[in-house]
Nanobody, 124 residues
Framework: QVQLVESGGGLVQAGGSLRLSCAAS????????MGWFRQAPGKEREFVAA????????SYADSVKGRFTISRDNAKNTVYLQMNSLKPEDTAVYYC?????????????????WGQGTQVTVSS
């Protein structure tokens, strides 16, 4: 079993920045991709960003390209999401997830384990 714990969420004004972290523990795959998704009230959970094990592949949703950056530290089993130029529409619960894929998948169905989420609120 894999445990994922997100941190770094909070309240920020529009234009501000936040850095999310997600630490994986337990019996992870030998190599695994990690991704971030988000879910706003009344909406479906949507893809935000993903990164492959060796960092050769990254994927971003169009809505966050140029503002968000995903990175990872494999020695710490941790993935990060640097979020800059935040907008009120970025307000959501952000979830990290682990996939056995060798790339940086965007589909929810490709992820096997999920964290509990961290709230990000951007005020206007």
């Amino acid at each position: 079993q894999v445990q994922l714990v997100e941190s770094g969420g909070g309240l920020v004004q529009a234009g501000g920045s936040l850095r999310l972290s997600c630490a994986a523990s337990g019996r992870t795959f030998r190599t695994y991709a990690m991704g971030w998704f988000r879910q706003a009230p009344g909406k479906e959970r949507e893809f935000v960003a993903a990164i492959s094990w060796g960092r050769a592949y990254t994927s971003y949703a169009d809505s966050v390209k140029g503002r968000f950056t995903i990175s990872r530290d494999n020695a710490k089993n941790t993935v990060y999401l640097q979020m800059n130029s935040l907008k009120p529409e970025d307000t959501a619960v952000y979830y990290c997830a682990v996939s056995s894929s060798n790339t940086a998948p965007v589909a929810r169905e490709e992820y096997d384990y999920w964290g509990q989420g961290t709230q990000v609120t951007v005020s206007s």
